[in-house]
């Protein structure tokens, strides 16, 4: 369907099931329970898993298909954002606009920095986007603070024109983005008993969007286009030989990976309406180069499963601090308890870090394919057949 | 063909159908809705404490959490009470908020206003928090009060200084107790025309940043309305870590007086090139040269080590102050931990007993509610003296002190000596002053 082949169209069918019924897989434990903090099926957590996995699947294109490292795509993401707060404060609050305008001024953006950054390859390719990026970080902070708000980053105000809405709300606050009247924050919540399930509009939204980008993404891949993209990958020089320019390609894969990051950061911008310069840090930029090899370069739902463990980790694990670790252990003697605590307390809270940087290691040393490898390694353990194995893969971000 | 609609549509089905068929009655019980965000319905209240964990400020993050651990327990019934003995409104206690224990979570800012956020917003949708405080960072503390605003959560603002907090970026679900850049220039500047004469040339490196810009001004135009001169106004990145670049034209100009308006390592850093280069040595205009730091913390004192000594600047609060309120907050606090509060957690203490107090009072949690019980609530006993919080702004009216370097510091906590108590008529200014303008309040947000 959609002219996709078998494999191709069973996985968009699993990435769709586990997008649609996300609030369920995420929120396993009820409320209340010691395990609740285990739980990620909330709307801001949920819209981010999506929103980073629209940046890494673009990312992907890039890295994954050509081999070009580029160490600055945070600075497109930023982009993106600050072009759909403008759109925030200058038109209307409603979405469409802003995340259309984010994903050009992020492609125009991309077109710039890739027509001089692509004139090199390998690490100087790579130092030279990290260089854009810091650049465009720089200028965001402080030179341009009025255009980006600097440091406090930019914001809506009561007071902004927005032409085609009403500047403020009945009760006099600021407006919230919406899709044609269909508020991005809205909510409802399912009871069982003690486990609650929550629907973010939002959160749909943005899945939606997610499942289209996934879909082109497996478009490109299997294209022609796609696959003259893997020949400047495997052999760049070979490829000049025989007569291809290859650098309109390498450009192409560039704008549309940067059009993805502007997409993300639009997305990012509707569901909270709000740019920060640090968006555009070099740490971001490093991040979604984890969330690619975490997940597995080069593969189609890797880098998703990538940034959702890593968003996971940044959101859940950050947030466990030692007095819910006394909590948990609390069975255990007195003594014993406190050396338990003290052994754990430097992976959690402020030292997640650490654990992502040990769960990174361990899947480059053992699955240099990412996870998407540790799901085939399983299948293979378990399955006979083949061709299950990225169900398995995509079981993965559920936790 | 089909079977691709079906799933789409299927995401469709669990937003709409599920959502608006199924669950809505449910979701309307069991909020148990009094027609605000997280309304606490159990026997405990949930409050979010949104403290840098890491990045440059973790330091102060590390003292407000202890602080706010503190404040619970004392807000709990547990402990010795610390300021609640001292405060001037006795609606408060001992038995949590309106009969609620009191709980909370923690979260890390990292100083970046992406992630303080993403915090607060899971603070507020997965754990319930209907109050959300702290930060060590103005850009931080603006991005976190919008995103209350936008929720319907009441935001107390921790450790801010910049004057848009409370100026072009208020909101009415946002309130501010720490004092901020006009306050400490309208400060200063009276000691140091006292100390230095009143025609002085001022040098100005200033952190790139809106905390800088708005410091730079308020020192500027205070120091100039007595007559000195502002002779070069310099912005130094953020990320700067040597500053000696940036002393050197200082040499070459013939300003008498640097004023160094960073904070945090970038103070430490500047201060301590700035003494290595002989700058405080020097005679200029046939006047001693001097440095000034507009606003101090304990933990930059002992971060630039001796360099500090005889160097004025303004704080918040000292430990070393007198009042009834300060002796209860700093015995509580050394008891437990072993070594006195900082400004940063003194502000944080008295913020979480604040807002306890302003829901006491109004016997609700609801923001609209809190926000009517605290916009001009004067009070005392928190260790500032009579302190006002004005309706227009939220922004607190109090005394602010002006400090020194010591010279003979007796501890590794004493650092600072006060010098002036600057009375609060001083330092106060119209809530349309220039240097706030623009920006508007807007009405409380209840949210959901």
């Known amino acids: ?399 | 063909m089909s079977k691709g609609n079906l799933t789409r549509r299927g995401v469709l089905k669990t937003g709409a159908v599920a959502g608006a068929g199924l669950a809505l009655p449910t979701y309307l019980s069991a909020a148990g809705h009094e027609g605000f965000t997280n309304a606490p319905t159990g026997s405990t209240v949930t409050l979010g404490f949104n403290v840098p964990q890491s990045g440059p400020y973790a330091d102060e993050g590390a003292d407000e959490l202890r602080a706010y651990e503190l404040a619970v327990e004392h807000l709990n019934g547990e402990g010795d009470g610390g300021m609640l003995n001292t405060f001037s409104s006795k609606a408060l206690d001992g038995t949590g908020i309106l009969g609620k224990k009191v709980e909370y979570v923690t979260g890390d800012t990292q100083t970046k206003s992406d992630a303080a956020r993403a915090s607060a917003k899971s603070m507020i949708e997965k754990d319930g928090a209907v109050m959300i405080t702290g930060g060590s960072s103005s850009g931080v503390a603006v991005a976190v009060q919008a995103l209350c605003q936008e929720a319907g959560v009441i935001f107390m603002a921790g450790l801010t200084h910049s004057n848009d907090t409370t100026g072009k970026d208020k909101r009415a679900n946002g309130f501010r107790h720490f004092f901020n850049s006009y306050m400490s220039g309208a400060a200063l500047a009276p000691v140091l025309a006292a100390n230095y004469g009143t025609d002085r040339k001022a040098y100005h490196l200033t952190a790139d940043y809106n905390w800088g810009y708005t410091t730079e001004e308020a020192v500027k135009s205070s120091t100039e309305a007595m007559g000195w001169e502002t002779v070069g106004t310099v912005l130094t990145p953020l990320t700067q870590t040597d500053f000696s670049s940036y002393i050197t034209p200082v040499l070459q100009s013939d300003a008498d007086v640097l004023v160094l308006n960073h904070y945090g390592g970038n103070m430490v850093n500047s201060l301590t090139n700035a003494v290595q280069f002989g700058l405080r040595d020097r005679i200029v205009n046939g006047k001693q040269f001097e440095i000034v730091v507009p606003l101090y913390s304990r933990l930059m004192a002992k971060g630039a080590g001796a360099n500090v000594k005889g160097i004025f600047g303004s704080t918040n609060w000292h430990w070393s102050l007198q009042d009834e309120g300060s002796k209860a907050f700093v015995q509580s606090f050394g008891t437990k931990y072993g070594f006195p509060p900082s400004q940063a957690a003194h502000t944080c203490y008295v913020q979480a007993l604040l807002y306890a107090d302003a829901v006491q009072r109004a016997g609700s949690f609801a923001p609209c509610a809190v926000v009517e019980a605290l916009e001009g609530f004067e009070f005392d006993g928190m260790g500032n003296g009579p302190t006002l919080y004005r309706a227009e702004d939220h922004q607190c009216f109090k005394d602010v002190l002006v400090v020194k370097g010591k010279e003979n510091p007796s501890s590794e906590f004493d650092l600072l000596e006060i010098v002036e108590v600057t009375p609060v008529d001083q330092v106060t200014y119209a809530p349309d002053h220039p240097q706030f303008a623009g920006g508007a309040l807007g009405t409380c947000n209840n949210g959901a």
């Open chain 1, 1 to 399: 369907m959609f002219g996709l082949d078998k494999k191709d169209a069973s996985l968009l069918l699993i990435v769709a099931v586990l997008v649609a019924f996300a609030p369920f897989f995420l929120n396993p434990f009820p409320e209340g329970s010691a395990m609740a903090q285990f739980n990620a099926g909330y709307p801001d957590l949920m819209q981010r898993f999506v929103i980073f996995g629209i940046f890494a699947i673009g990312f992907n294109i890039l890295f994954g298909l050509t081999g070009y490292l580029s160490f600055g795509h945070a600075a497109f993401l930023g982009v993106g954002s600050y072009a759909a707060v403008w759109m925030f404060k200058l038109l209307s609050m409603n979405v469409v606009p802003a995340i259309v305008l984010a994903v050009i001024t992020a492609g125009v953006f991309a077109l710039i920095i890739g027509y001089v950054s692509l004139r090199r390859s390998g690490i100087y390719f790579s130092i030279l986007t990290l260089a854009f990026a810091q650049m465009s970080f720089a200028l965001a902070y402080s030179v341009l603070t009025p255009i980006t708000g600097g440091e406090t980053g930019l914001q809506l105000a009561l007071d902004d024109p927005r032409i085609f809405g009403a500047a403020t709300t009945a009760e006099g606050n600021i407006p919230v983005p919406g899709f044609f009247g269909l508020e991005m924050r809205d909510s409802t919540e399912l009871v069982f008993g003690n486990w609650v399930f929550t629907f973010n509009v939002g959160y749909y939204f943005a899945a939606i969007i997610m499942l289209i980008s996934f879909y082109l993404s497996i478009r490109i891949f299997r294209s022609p286009f796609g696959m003259m993209l893997r020949a400047i990958k495997s052999n760049q020089q070979r490829l000049n030989y025989t007569g291809l320019n290859p650098r309109p390609y390498t450009l192409a894969a560039f704008v549309i990976s940067g059009m993805y990051a502007g997409l993300a950061g639009g997305l990012m911008a509707s569901m909270d309406p709000l740019a920060g310069a640090e968006r555009m840090f070099w740490t971001a930029s490093g991040e979604v180069v984890l969330m690619t090899i975490l997940g597995g370069v080069g593969t189609l739902i890797g880098p998703v499963l990538g940034a959702g463990l890593i968003k996971y980790m940044e959101n859940i694990i950050s947030k466990i601090n030692s007095d819910i670790l006394h909590s948990w252990f609390a069975f255990l003697p007195d003594g014993l308890e406190d050396v338990v605590v003290t052994l754990i307390y430097p992976f959690i809270g402020k030292g997640w870090h650490l654990t992502l940087g040990i769960v990174f290691m361990l899947v480059v040393i053992f699955l240099p394919g990412g996870l998407v490898q540790g799901g085939q390694k399983i299948a293979a353990l378990f399955g006979r057949k083949k061709a299950k194995e990225p169900k398995n893969a995509t079981t993965e971000p559920a936790e």
